[in-house]
C-alpha cells in the first residue's frame, strides 16, 4: 500500500467529489465507525464514507481499487466478531444511506431492499404487507440487511425457515475492481450458472460488498402458542423435539434451550423478569408453536405434547401462555439471556454448533472441560437447540487470562462432535486463527482460490474470514 | 489434448490398475453412456470409468488431470440437457458404483449416501425411519442423487422444502487435480467460511465431482389430501394460492398446474387415465396438503378453500380426494402429462420460471408468440405454479424446424418478465448459448473467474454450462 500523504489527499478528494463532503467522514466523526460495539477491536480508518447508492459506492471502490487501498464495508456495527471494524488506514464504507424499501410483493413473497434498511425496518414493512420476514436476531433495530447477509446470520427463527442465505433469492454486489453484478431476481428457482448469491451470502464483505437483495417472505403468523418447559436433563430435549416433531413439524416454530444457570442469572440480573415454574431445574426449553392461519388448534397440540412428555419423564414442569402478555413474557426471558450476562460481568461467547442428536454429549463434554480449566468458572449456556446451535457462554470474573484456552477446549469439545465454532456469528477478524486451523489442507485451498479469484489484490476486507491471503 | 494412442493406453492401462479392467468400459460397453436418454447428444468417450469408492474416482481424476484429459462425471443418465454425454474423446466417471447409504439419523434429520444412490433408494430408507427426502422427480428411479445435486433439481415438492441446494447440509467432492474436499458436516447451521457446498450444488459436475452428500430430510407426512380444481383463467390461480396460504401455508404442499390441453393430451394418450371433472376447462391445479400428524384436520381446512374459492369465481369446480386410491389417482394424471407428450410426437421442453404475480402474464405472452411464429402448433404447458416454474411445452409436429425459433421466444417473453430460461433442469450443453446471452458480462466474468479457480486447466465437464472457458 502506498502510503505517501500526497497519494491519499487525492483520494480523499476524489471521495468527496463523489459523494459530497458531509459524507466524507474523518478524525472524531469516524471513530464511532472504528471500534466494534463489544469494544473488542478499534482501528483506524483513513477515511469512512456514506454513499447514497450503489453507483456512489461502486465509483468510490474503484477509486480505491486504483490506489491499491482497502475498504470495509460496515451495517450497523453491531457484529460479534470484528468482521466489520477496519484495521489501519482502511476506508470504512458504512451502507446506513442505502435505505430504501424498494419493493414487497404479496404474491411473490418477496421484498427487494438495499443493504442499509435495518433488520426491524425490514421486518415492520412485510408486516404491514401480512407478511414476515423470518429473521429474529437481538440487535434487528440496528443491524442491516447487507449485514445480516453478509454474515449469514440466524436466530430464533430459523428452525422452520434457515437462515440469511435460505431466504436470499437474490443479490446486487459491489465487486473488488468496482463493477456492479445485478442479479436482483425474484425467483424461487433459477438454475442459470453458479450460485452467487448464495456464494456471497456469509462471506463478509471478503468477496464483495452487498447493496441490495431480494429476500423470500413468509405468511405472518396468525396462531401462536407459546409454552416453557422444565426438562431434567439434556437428553430428554431430544425426546421432546422429537414429540413435537411429530405432533406438528410444519407448526413448529421455535425450540430455544435456557440452561437453568442462565435462566436464573437473567432473573437476578434484569428487574421484571420472573421464572414463571416455582421448582429450579437444570434445563428448559422455550417452545413455539404458528400458523398462517387466525384459529389453528395449536394450543390443544402443545398441551397433548406436554401432557405426554411430562408422562414419559421428558420435563417436569410446564407452563403454556395463555394470553399475547404471556407469550411475550416467556420470549423476555429467553431474550434477555444476553443482557443478564452482559451486566453480571466479563463472558466469553461460544457459538458452537453440533448434530441436534450430540447436544446432550455436548453439554456435558463442554462442562466438564471448563470446569476442569477453570474450576471457579459459571456456565450459562443457552441457544437454538432445534438446530443443534448452542451459545456456550461462560461468565469469566473468576478465571482471568483464561478466555482464549476456555474458547479453545469449548471448540475442540464441538470439533470431536462433528461441529462448528460458528453456526451464526460469522468469523470476523476474531476466529480467523480458528478457521484456519480447522479448514486446514483442501478447503482452506478452495477458500483462497475464491478469494482469488474475485479479489485478486486482497482489497476488500483483508484479514477477515481468512487470516491471510496468497497473493501473487 | 494429446491424441498420441500411445499415450492413451498408457492411462488407460493405468484405469485398469485402478479399477480393475471389468471396470474400464470401451466400445460397444460403453455407447449406452455416450447418448443422453433424450437422444439430443451423442459423443464419443475414451473410455467409461466405473469406480467403487471417492479414494479410486479421485485416483482416476488425478491420472487424467496428469494427462491433460477430461472428464465427463454420470449419474442415472436422466438430465434433459445432456450435461452427463460426453462430447470428443473425454472420459466419462459414472457414479454407479458408489451406492452405499452411510447413515440416517431420525434425530438430527440426516442422511448421509454416497453420490450413486438412487433417488428412488434414497426416498425408501429414509421413508423407513419414518422420515422423507422431500425431492420429487419423475426420473427418481434411475436418477442419482450426486446428478440431483450437480443439476439442483426441483420437482414437486420444492413448493415447501426447496431444491437440492436448500437440502443439501455438506458434501463430499473431487477436485479437478485430484484432490477430495470432505466437507460431509451435518450441521444446520455452520458459518466457517464460504458456502462451498451450496456453489458446488448446481454446477453441472465443472467445478468439482459430487461423491457423496449430507442431506436433510423431513418428517413423514401422515396426513395428505389432494385436490383438483378447474379454473376458469390463469389468473384466478393467483387469487387460489393466496387463499391456499392463508388457510394452511405451513401445510401447503404442492401446487401444480396443469393446462387443460396438457390434461387432455394424457387422457387421450394414456390407458387409465380419467378426468374426474366433468367439463373441460382452460386450468387446472393440483393441490397438495400435508402434516406430519396422524389426525391433522387437512380435509377441512381444504374443503373450506375450495368452497370460498367457488363462491369467489376463482374454481369452476374441483374434486378433494376421498381415499389413498383416489389421491394417487390425481397426481397419477399430474405425473403422466410428460410421458404423454413424448407418445404424442416431437416436442419442446421448456423450463421457465417468472416472479408468481408473473405466471399468467408468461402463458398469455408465450402463447401468442409461439402461435404467432407457428400457427398450427400446440401448446401443453404444466409445472409448478406455486414455484413460478412452468414447463412451457410445444407439440412441434406441425412447426418443423422451428424449435429453436420457438425457444428463443419462450425464453425472450421470460427474460421480459424478470424470469428464467432454466429453472430446475440446468444448462447441460443445451442451453449454454442462452446462458452465455443472458447473463453477459459481470455475471459471466464471475461464473468464468470461478471456473478457473476451480479448474484451471478446464478438465471437469468441459463446454458444459459455460459454453467455453477463457483459459490462460
Sequence with gaps: MNSDPADRSALLARFSAILGAPHVLRGADAAPFCTDWRGLFTGQALAVLRPADAAQLAACVAACAGEGVAVVPQGGNTGLCGGATPRDGQVVISLGRLNRMRAIDATDMVMEAEAGVT????????????????????????????????????????????????????????????????????????NTGYALTKLFVGSEGTLGIITAACLRLVPAARTREVAMAALPSAEAMLGLLGLLRRAGESALAAFEYMSGGALRLAVEQIDGLVDPLPSPAPHYVLIEFSASQPDAPLALALENVLAE???????????????????????????????????????????????????????????????????????????????????????????????????????????????????????????????????AGVEMDLFHAIKHALDPHNLLNPGKLLREHHQE
Design 309 to 439: 412428555a411430562l408422562e414419559a419423564g421428558l420435563i417436569t414442569d410446564a407452563v403454556l401462555a395463555a394470553s399475547d402478555a404471556q407469550r411475550a413474557a416467556l420470549w423476555r426471558l429467553r431474550e434477555s439471556l444476553t443482557e443478564a450476562q452482559q451486566r453480571a460481568g466479563p463472558t466469553i461467547k461460544n457459538d458452537i454448533s453440533v448434530p441436534i442428536s450430540r447436544i446432550p454429549d455436548f453439554l456435558r463434554e463442554a462442562g466438564a472441560a471448563c470446569t476442569a480449566l477453570a474450576p471457579g468458572i459459571t456456565i450459562v449456556p443457552f441457544g437454538h437447540a432445534g438446530d443443534g446451535n448452542i451459545h456456550f457462554n461462560l461468565m469469566v470474573a473468576n478465571a482471568p487470562g483464561q478466555g482464549e484456552a476456555l474458547m479453545h477446549e469449548v471448540a475442540e469439545v464441538a470439533r470431536g462432535l462433528g461441529g462448528s465454532f460458528s453456526a451464526e456469528h460469522g468469523i470476523g477478524q476474531l476466529k480467523t486463527g480458528l478457521l484456519a486451523g480447522w479448514r
Design 119 to 190: 433488520l426491524q425496518a425490514a421486518r415492520a414493512a412485510a408486516a404491514d404487507a401480512g407478511l414476515d420476514l423470518p429473521l429474529g436476531i437481538a440487535s434487528e433495530g440496528s443491524a442491516q440487511l447487507g449485514g445480516v447477509l453478509a454474515t449469514n446470520a440466524g436466530g430464533t427463527a430459523t428452525l422452520r425457515h434457515g437462515t440469511a442465505r435460505d431466504l436470499a433469492l437474490g443479490l446486487e454486489v459491489v465487486l473488488a475492481d468496482g463493477r456492479i453484478w445485478n442479479g436482483l431476481r425474484r425467483l424461487r428457482k433459477d
